[in-house]
C-alpha cells in the first residue's frame, strides 16, 4: 500500500499527492474505515447539553435498553483527514439492510454484536451542533442508530450504556465516491475543491493546518461501532431508556380485555 512519507515542505506533499492521486483514491475504496484517535479536539464537548447522555423512562425492563447513538457527523475533519458531505449515505441505507451496531468494529464476533435486524433502526437527521453538545454554529447530518440493546447478548456494552460511558461512535464503511482538495493556487481543481467547501468544515483550523483532505460524497455503511476514541470526536449517545416489558404489556392487554368483558370499568390511580 502506498504511504505517505512525511516532507520537509507542504509543496512537496502536495506535489506528491497530486502525482499519486489515482493510486490513493483506489486505496481508500478499497479499504474499509474503521476509527482510530483523533488527536486535534478543536471543539470542547458540553456535558450539560439536554438530550446528550441523559437517561429517561422507568426501569420497566431491566434486561433491554433503547438507545438512540450518533455513528458519524458530517462537514467535519477527522483523523483519516475526510470530510464527509451531506447525502454521503443516502444510497447505502436503501440497499443495505445488514448493517449492524457492535463494538470496537468486530463486527465478525458474534459477541461483539450489540444490535442488529430488528433491534436496529438505521436513518440520518439534521441536528445542530450545539445539539449534540459541541458549541459551535450551524448544522451536521447525523448517522443515527436507534437500537434495541438486550443484555443477553452484549452485556459489556449494555452495562456501559446504562451507566452513559459510551460518548463515542464510529461507522465501518467503504468509500465510493471522494475527492481530494489542496488548499494551494498551483493545482487549480483541488482548490477550487478546497474553496468550495472549507467553510463548511466545523473544524476548519485542523484543516488548514493539514492543508489538504478528502471530500467524502459516497459511501456505504457496513457497521456502527461503539469506540472508547473514535476519528470524529462528535458522536455521542443522544439517549438511553429502558424498554418496556413485553409481558408487562401482555398483562395489561389481557387485564383490560377481561375488564371489558365483564363490562367492569377500572378505577383510575
Known amino acids: 500500500m502506498l504511504k505517505i512519507p512525511e516532507f520537509k515542505t507542504n509543496k512537496e506533499l502536495f506535489d506528491f499527492l497530486i502525482e499519486n492521486k489515482a493510486s490513493l483514491i483506489a486505496q481508500k475504496c478499497s479499504a474499509i474505515k474503521l476509527a482510530d484517535s483523533f488527536g486535534a479536539n478543536a471543539i470542547p464537548v458540553n456535558k450539560q447539553i439536554d438530550g446528550v447522555n441523559k437517561s429517561e423512562g422507568e426501569d420497566n425492563n431491566p434486561n433491554e435498553l433503547q438507545v438512540k447513538v450518533v455513528?458519524?457527523?458530517?462537514?467535519?475533519?477527522?483523523?483519516?483527514?475526510d470530510v464527509h458531505l451531506p447525502g454521503l449515505w443516502d444510497k447505502s441505507l436503501k440497499e443495505n439492510k445488514r448493517i449492524m451496531h457492535v463494538q470496537e468494529h468486530k463486527s465478525y464476533e458474534f459477541d461483539k454484536i450489540i444490535a442488529s435486524g430488528g433491534d436496529l433502526d438505521v436513518s440520518t437527521k439534521n441536528y445542530k451542533w450545539r445539539d449534540l453538545g459541541y458549541?459551535?454554529?450551524?448544522?451536521?447530518?447525523?448517522?443515527?442508530?436507534?437500537?434495541?440493546?438486550?443484555?443477553?447478548?452484549n452485556k459489556q456494552m449494555?452495562?456501559?450504556?446504562?451507566?452513559?460511558?459510551?460518548?463515542?461512535?464510529?461507522?465501518?464503511?467503504?468509500?465510493?465516491?471522494?475527492?481530494?482538495?489542496?488548499?494551494?493556487e498551483d493545482y487549480?481543481?483541488?482548490?477550487?475543491?478546497?474553496?468550495?467547501?472549507i467553510d463548511k468544515?466545523?473544524?476548519?483550523?485542523?484543516?488548514?493546518?493539514?492543508?489538504?483532505?478528502?471530500?467524502?460524497?459516497?459511501?456505504?455503511?457496513?457497521?456502527?461501532?461503539?469506540?472508547?476514541?473514535?476519528?470524529?470526536?462528535?458522536?455521542?449517545?443522544?439517549?438511553?431508556?429502558?424498554?418496556v416489558s413485553d409481558e408487562n404489556e401482555n398483562e395489561k392487554a389481557t387485564r383490560e380485555g377481561i375488564l371489558k368483558f365483564l363490562n367492569i370499568e377500572e378505577d383510575a390511580d
Open 201 to 243: 468544515v466545523i473544524n476548519k483550523a485542523d484543516a488548514e493546518k493539514s492543508g489538504y483532505m478528502w471530500l467524502v460524497y459516497e459511501a456505504k455503511v457496513i457497521e456502527g461501532s461503539a469506540v472508547p476514541n473514535g476519528s470524529n470526536f462528535v458522536t455521542p449517545t443522544i439517549s438511553q431508556k429502558t424498554n
Open 71 to 81: 455513528i458519524n457527523t458530517t462537514n467535519l475533519f477527522d483523523s483519516h483527514k
Open 188 to 197: 487549480e481543481v483541488e482548490k477550487n475543491l478546497w474553496d468550495a467547501n
Open 135 to 153: 458549541d459551535a454554529e450551524g448544522k451536521t447530518q447525523a448517522l443515527i442508530f436507534d437500537s434495541n440493546v438486550k443484555k443477553d447478548r
Open 158 to 184: 449494555f452495562n456501559l450504556y446504562k451507566q452513559d460511558l459510551v460518548d463515542n461512535h464510529s461507522v465501518g464503511m467503504r468509500y465510493v465516491k471522494i475527492k481530494m482538495a489542496i488548499n494551494d
